[in-house]
């Protein structure tokens, strides 16, 4: 599909109905009970280091399975999947001693995606490869060390080579669009941003990107300490094709947040929410009926364009969260006075008196 015809099938899908992501991949993996040899495959059978956990190295090592979750979601409903990649940045991937092979996780995360999602597209339905820009396992904007305050573990430059090579990487393996994800620092997601624009511009290309944050916790504010519109404000200047939240919190707990997002944002808003709040083994509870009937809630009230699921979440979830919609209108995107909106912490707004 050509970028003016991705970017149309997109805003005709956002136009006509709610879209629906798909859900955890970690949460499947995780149920496929994987050894250290799976992990490795035969590509890095002799690796020095353990890789049991490296969930990103299966599009490489185990591409078949990946292939069948995505090929999951897309039966159960999913209009856009995301690529295998959260933590494919040479910054996250420097646990593994594999930043150097990052271009290729990303390559194959992408190509898996993309073969599940040509296989169940039709003229009629189009499916979507979100190349997925994960937060890194170190923030720009807070220290690590108690002890000094002043120190970063990266910077924004760092940041922005790391993303920009993990997204050229998505689209060479055929991603239509960028989900910039579980935003824990806004510093971190104008990184991604940067360089996603940078990489588009140098290469002509009209590429799409999802924007969507994580409030961490009953505060409402994300781990750097941002409320909602202040993280709207800071971000949205990338004009995105959607911006929203997702993870850290469940249904119930996440709805006055898409709320705010839904009354303030001139892009479609998206969400996809953990399958409740995790018990004390981790685990997350939260059935499918249920959180679709809180879903459909939401659709109801008009908050949603997009709607999906992380940690927890199932097919089965993402099923019964695509029934519970699909009789309900999109969000219509409200037109916003031109005042100027600030944000530190908080949101500032400057309008004339």
Same mark, same amino acid.
């Given at each position: 599909m050509t970028a003016p015809r991705r970017r149309d099938a997109l805003n005709t899908l956002l136009r006509d109905? $709610? @879209? $629906?992501l798909d859900g955890g991949m970690g949460t499947m993996i995780q149920r496929l009970k994987l050894s250290e040899a799976q992990y490795r495959g035969s590509e890095y059978a002799d690796w020095h280091c353990d890789l049991k956990g490296n969930n990103d190295l299966l599009s490489v090592t185990q591409p078949a399975m990946i292939e069948q979750l995505h090929l999951d979601y897309l039966h159960a409903g999913a209009d856009i999947i995301e690529t295998n990649s959260f933590n494919s940045t040479s910054i996250a991937m420097a646990d593994y001693d594999m930043q150097d092979l990052v271009h290729d996780i990303n390559l194959a995360a992408a190509r898996v995606a993309r073969r599940a999602a040509d296989a169940v597209a039709t003229a009629e339905r189009p499916r979507f490869v979100a190349g997925v820009l994960g937060p890194t396992n170190r923030t720009a904007s807070i220290s690590p060390d108690v002890n000094d305050p !002043? %120190?970063?573990a990266v910077n924004f430059d760092q940041l922005v080579a790391a993303y920009r090579q993990a997204t050229h @990487?998505?689209? /060479? !393996? !055929? @991603?239509d669009l960028i989900l910039i994800e579980t935003i824990f620092d806004t510093l971190n997601a104008k990184a991604a941003v940067f360089a996603v624009d940078q990489y588009a511009y140098e290469n002509g290309l009209d590429l799409p990107v999802m924007i969507s944050g994580t409030i961490t916790d009953a505060s409402g504010r994300t781990l750097t300490g941002q409320t909602t519109e202040a993280f709207y404000n800071s971000l949205r200047h990338a004009r995105p094709l959607s911006i929203g939240l997702n993870c850290?919190? !469940? #249904?119930? /707990?996440?709805? #006055? %947040?898409v709320e705010e997002l839904s009354r303030i944002s001139e892009f479609a808003v998206s969400a996809h929410p953990n399958a409740g709040l995790p018990n004390e083994m981790g685990e997350y509870d939260l059935d499918a009926a249920t959180m679709a009937r809180e879903i459909r809630g939401w659709a109801q009230k008009g908050f949603l364009n997009i709607i999906g699921g992380c940690c927890g979440t199932t097919p089965e979830h993402i099923a019964a969260m695509a029934e519970a919609v699909t009789s309900e209108q999109p969000r219509l995107i409200p037109e916003r006075s031109r005042h100027l909106s600030l944000s530190g912490l908080e949101?500032? /707004?400057l309008t004339e008196e």
């Open positions: 109905r $709610i @879209a $629906i !002043g %120190y970063r @990487a998505l689209v /060479e !393996g !055929g @991603a850290a919190l !469940g #249904p119930m /707990e996440l709805r #006055p %947040y949101p500032l /707004e």
